[in-house]
């Protein structure tokens, strides 16, 4: 079992940068795929980003790709997602998601084990 608390949400203007931390506790970090999802009301949940258990493998979705960063660092068990360039259509709840799994389809949902409850993510024109 793990607990995901995702953190580093707001509002920002467009162009700005957030950076969302995801802070594991519980079992072994390192023993977890990571992954970053948003969804915004009435629309299914999106795959943005995942990074590895090694951190050797790093995804990412083609509508962030450039602008979003996934990284882990496992001394302080988080993983965050550096977000540049933002834009309005970004704005959406973003959650933090794991994996026990090595391989799973990263961009299901239902692929992945543990979410935490998000954070909300607002970007102003």
């Known amino acids: 079992q793990v607990q995901l608390v995702e953190s580093g949400g707001g509002l920002v203007q467009a162009g700005g940068s957030l950076r969302l931390s995801c802070a594991a506790s519980?079992?072994?970090?390192?023993?977890?795929?990571m992954g970053w999802f948003r969804q915004v009301p009435g629309k299914e949940r999106e795959f943005l980003a995942a990074v590895s258990r090694s951190g050797g493998g790093i995804y990412y979705a083609d509508s962030v790709k450039g602008r979003f960063t996934i990284s882990r660092d496992s001394a302080k068990n988080t993983v965050f997602l550096q977000m540049n360039s933002l834009k309005p259509e970004d704005t959406a709840v973003y959650y933090c998601a794991a994996t026990l799994n090595a391989y799973i389809n990263y961009p299901v949902p239902a692929s992945w084990d543990y979410w935490g409850l998000g954070t909300q993510v607002t970007v102003s024109s």
């Open positions: 519980g079992r072994t970090f390192s023993s977890y795929g």
